[in-house]
């Protein structure tokens, strides 16, 4: 692995090249770089090297490096593990965006427990693509039904969808999956026009990235190919 700052490079080239092969307009696709189970140290070579947008799991790992990096300005934090209902008001209070959103009482608690002082908090449902009785995120069936519902809420804005489906499938099928995504994103569009800011599909992680850009991914997750691998 080179160096973090390589990596980044190397990571932007590779979306650059995926979004130009797709005929998709240039910057479309954001690199959310992350940063779970690293140290603040990581973050900050990331940002000095113009990385702003930082993906975390766990709640309290996420605070502590956030306080670390306090001195640095516009870093932009994204939630993108589980939620325990005991831990939407950290999230509400200090995160820009949360991906995993997978049920109205989350989604409830979260627009609730969002300061008045910040913009609403940015929101993407997380679907479960491959319809595993074991992962987070709810069906695709349930989606209108859950977005129409957290689009009545004041203090989140609704953006759009995101799922993680298991790598280890054929090229051809984890295609049909970011399709499905994508599909249903144009679903909600065309059922809330009114709805500014649907814009958004989270797909795509250090091994499928190319592909989930290929199928309309706005924003692609990459840890591991940024930071090298995670201790055990
Ligand atoms: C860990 C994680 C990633 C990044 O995975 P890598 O394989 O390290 O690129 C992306 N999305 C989510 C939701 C994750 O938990």
Known sequence: MGSIADNIGGVTRRIQKAT??????????RLLAVSKRKPAGDVRSAAAAGQRAFGENYVQEAL????????????????????????????AVHFDWVHSVDRLKIARRLSDQRPEDKPPLNICLQVNVDNEETKSGTTLESIPQLATDVLQLPNVRLRGLMAIPD???????????????????????????GATGLDTLSMGMSGDLDLAIEEGATIVRVGTALFGAREA
């Open 167 to 193: 790598p280890d499938q054929s090229e051809e099928s984890l295609r049909a999956r970011f399709r499905a995504l994508a599909s249903m994103l144009n679903q909600l569009r065309h059922a809330h026009p």
């Open 20 to 29: 130009k092969a797709a005929n998709r307009p240039e910057n479309s696709v």
């Open 64 to 91: 502590e490096k956030m306080a670390a990096l306090a001195d640095i300005p516009r870093l932009e934090w994204h939630f993108i593990g589980p939620i325990q209902s005991n831990k939407t008001r950290d999230i």
